[in-house]
């Protein structure tokens, strides 16, 4: 992949990323990124008191969870199942 073709495609995924404002996440993405059982624990117990939960799950929902990984929306998604290369930024909400 090109320097051009990589810059749109983090174009195309920061465009569809939701603003959250007072989310819990911000400045422990290292947390929301773990694996360690204790870690994924914590960062669902801050996802249920954060302000911007409905919102991100919400978001959450709206994206294949092939490309999701770590907590998000309250719900974690475990790195063994990330899809590394991302075809599309997102689809249509689960029903």
């Known amino acids: 992949m090109n320097a051009d073709n990589l810059i749109g495609l983090l174009h195309g995924l920061a465009r569809h990323t939701p603003e959250l404002p007072g989310a819990l996440c911000r400045n422990n993405i290292g947390l ?26 919400d978001w959450a929902d709206s994206v294949d969870p092939r490309y ?28």
């Open 32 to 57: 929301f990124d773990s694996e360690r059982p204790a870690d994924v624990a914590a960062s669902i117990a801050l996802c249920e008191r954060c302000p911007a939960l409905r919102r991100c799950a």
């Open 68 to 95: 999701l990984g770590g907590t998000v929306g309250g719900r974690h998604y475990p790195s063994t199942r990330r899809n590394p290369a991302p075809s599309a930024a997102g689809r249509a909400p689960r029903r």
